[in-house]
């Protein structure tokens, strides 16, 4: 999907540059939508996301969708069908090994080569680009090289329509701030007291670090219908807008059970037209 859009050349000081089909030239025009869904652990942020990459790419085939696979457990290609074998934190240990032995050519620079490495392992799919960030091994971080990382992957968002991101659990990536570049926050709670403290921490951790968001949406996942004027009035209280419930799918329930990917879930799935409810409220969806 992305490499019919963009070419990678370098510059005449060395430097890589991503040519986009937009402009032609080293500055990227293109800025699409970054969505980031968050919430406590076992939530169901995965199954959110997933749900809502499969809605969004089948109702808008026009357009780039990029899923960043953002939570270190990198379970999204497993609930998506989508077979994953290198990640960006394998990638960027290689790399670190590679300048421990000096072995990088002279010719190229640390970032021109862990940009060419990411663009190796982005998965494409007829719906949506995939990119698993994982983890790295070991302790310790090596600063030049995760700086250049988080260059690379605000180019690489820069030509997509949408960017929906799985974050890690809890108030990590607020603190990281790698949700710097995000419009829209999702946070998904469960009819839990922990997944609404949750909730509320996320959105005051983000006024702490001074991370602008243009919208905090709150949303119930297997959630009775009877529940949804209660988790209405918490939004409100916490200052989100309330996105909407998903119900208890049973299909969900089966999917994952026998390994079956979620996009292959029926468009009657109550947890499927729940969704799509949900994208039309947040505006996504006609």
Known sequence: MLQQHIRKRVNSDGCAAIYSRYNGDCTLQKKGLVIAVSGKGGVGKTTTTALMAKILSESNPEKDILVIDANPDSNLPDVLGIPVTRTVGMVTDDLKKSLEKSEIPPTMTKEDILETRIFEILRETPGFDLLVMGRGEGEGCYCPVNAFLAHIIDRLVGNYDITLMDMEAGLEHLSRRTDRDVDIMIVVTDPSSMGLQTA????????????????????????????????????????????????????????????????????????????????KRIGLLD
């Open 200 to 279: 509320k921490r996320i959105k005051e951790v983000a006024k702490e670090v001074h991370i602008d968001l243009k919208k905090f949406y709150l949303i119930g996942n297997r959630f009775k219908p009877e529940m949804e004027p209660m988790l209405r009035d918490e939004a409100q209280k916490l200052g989100y807008d309330f996105a909407g419930i998903i119900p208890n799918d049973e299909n969900i329930f089966t999917h994952n059970l026998a390994g079956k990917p979620l996009l292959n879930l029926s468009p009657e799935s109550p947890a499927i037209q729940a969704v799509k409810l949900i994208l």
